[in-house]
């Protein structure tokens, strides 16, 4: 391999990282019956938890538990919202993701009024040569929630949920408890994803960083079948979609800048006409469950 | 539930949404009181910020009440911000390229019409992805707006910049297809009549008419619609695509009528803006028309806020989403059990 080949599979598979992170989170969540659109506010909230803690203590690994602090504590209030109150999820997850972008452009613009002297987050380095301490993460991430899913009792409660909560509940499982312990986590691995975004891919927050990349990582969920090996799959496709934009731009290649910009978001849209009617979701994702709390 | 909780909740909601957000305000270290005071100001402290709030529910009204008409019939169509951008991006084109060619009389008129049809055509793609393709419309609305906002940053330093190449911006619009401004006023303009009119034509289409009968049927339940003859898909793409000319028409009125060019990111935050609007509207076509000088308020006094208190102006978006999160209690029908 060149150089340049090299360097194009080294950024694809950093781009592919968040993606996959967040989208293995949302996997769990929808096999639980939990539609969570707010997945793009949790990165975000992640995103700016860990530039903040970062910057402040110099520590990757506190950047880190406040992204997942701040990540599920919006979960927890899409979880209030729309499993013990039975909000519709579009519009909760909708009004999360609104309220992460207005609350993490307020408290940065307040924290930092003056832009210049922003002080870079630490980096997460590599656990071994070329491989990322994320990428890692996410690699260990996609094999265990493949076994829990299919090779554990609890993945196999967690999946009778998804599909047929009334069923399950007559089993004696507890739908609201695993529908909020898999939104939870779903959340806390957005949160995981948001925090690679300043402590891997780039040393700073900015407004709005996160710029679709959760719906993407929802997109990649039904590209993926709602698989844990097909959702990775998937995340290095745009990875590498991501990556060629990057070069293509480097390179000077006389394309206008917003029409390669726009490369990312025409890729997801295809890959959804092509794939997204011949995903069958769990037969109870997104439906409110009304038996006991 | 009675008339008077319809009313006392959506002001009980913003009320609660304003303290909130205030509190937020207090624990960052900004002084709230000195915000909202900046903030009532710039809404309306004199005559031009009475019409600066006027002027921005102007579009909010058109894509709430596209909202609401989707929300209602169980259409989740996200997008109004790209086919607002969609609209404006057609109507600038037909403006600055060919109106020359029409009659005057018709400039105006056709570039509100292009901008109508070029908001419907966005929309139009989620509908076709949702009716052939089986795609949620809530995806596919969201990737449109990414895709709108960068074909407009690319047609205004591309196709449509201005001649003089300085700016990512457009030619200004030719005279002939402006929208006046009523007489005496800084700022506001006659289009302004077509926004505060159309929720009461949306209105009487879908509680007065047939086909109104038949979109409601489709958000109350889709199988007994499909009993009953209707076509959920039918009905799934006229909702989608009358909500998205409604928004491509608020983005040729904004820059026929207020910014007289285009800019990149016509749509601003008007998209997300417009769900709050909708739901604080409780979904209704013409609840829509004071929930949009909420908040076109909250957006006029936001920027004073910024200038004058020093108190970012996203603060606006926290309040939206607590509205939206106070308002889904009440504003949308419960839905049938698993």
Known sequence: ?293 | MTRARAFAEPLVATAVALALAGALLALLGADPVAALRALAGGAFGDSLALETTAVRAGPLALLGLGVALSFRCGIWNIGGGGQLAAGALAATAFATKSASDWPGALALPLALLAGAAAGALWAALAAALRVYRNVSEVLSTILLNFVALELVAWAVQGPLQEASRSYPQSDALPAAARLALFPGAHIAHVGLLLAAALPFAVWALLFRTAAGLRLRAVGFNPDAARYAAVSPELETARVLVLSGALAGLAGAIEVCGVTGRLFADPAGGYGFTAIAVALLARLHPLGVLPASLVFAALAAGGGAMQRSAAVPSVVVQVIEALVILFSIGFALPRREGA
């Open chain 1, 1 to 293: 391999m060149d150089a340049q080949t090299l360097q194009l599979a080294e950024s694809t598979v950093r781009l592919a990282t968040p993606l996959a992170l967040a989208a293995l989170g949302e996997l769990v969540a929808e096999r639980a019956g939990v539609l969570n659109i707010g997945i793009e506010g949790m990165m975000l909230a992640g995103a700016l938890a860990a530039y903040e803690a970062g910057a402040a203590t110099g520590s990757a690994l506190v950047a880190l538990a406040a992204a997942l602090l701040a990540a599920c504590a919006l979960a927890a209030l899409f979880a209030l919202f729309a499993l013990r109150r039975r909000a519709d999820p579009i519009v909760t997850g909708t009004a999360v993701n609104i309220l992460a972008l207005g609350a993490t452009g307020s408290m940065f613009r307040l924290l930092h009024p003056a832009q210049a002297m922003l002080s870079s987050a630490p980096q997460v380095g590599d656990v071994l040569p070329g491989l990322n301490a994320f990428t890692a993460a996410a690699l260990l991430l996609a094999g265990s929630v493949a076994l829990f899913l299919r090779r554990t009792r609890a993945g196999l409660s967690l999946r009778a949920v998804g599909e047929r909560a009334e069923a399950a509940d007559a089993q004696g499982l507890s739908v609201a408890r695993i529908r909020w312990a898999a939104t939870l986590f779903g959340g806390a691995c957005a949160g995981v994803a948001g925090a690679s975004l300043v402590l891997c891919l780039s040393d700073r927050f900015v407004e709005g960083m996160t710029n679709g990349k959760g719906f993407i990582a929802l997109a990649l969920v039904l590209f993926g079948a709602h698989r844990a090996a097909r959702i990775v799959a998937g995340a290095l496709l745009f990875g590498a979609a991501s990556a060629l934009q990057f070069t293509l731009q480097a390179a000077h290649v006389d394309v206008a800048y917003p029409l390669l910009l726009m490369v990312p978001y025409l890729l997801t849209l295809l890959v959804l006409a092509l794939f997204a009617g011949r995903s069958r979701a769990p037969a109870d994702l997104a439906k409110p469950f009304h038996g006991r709390d």
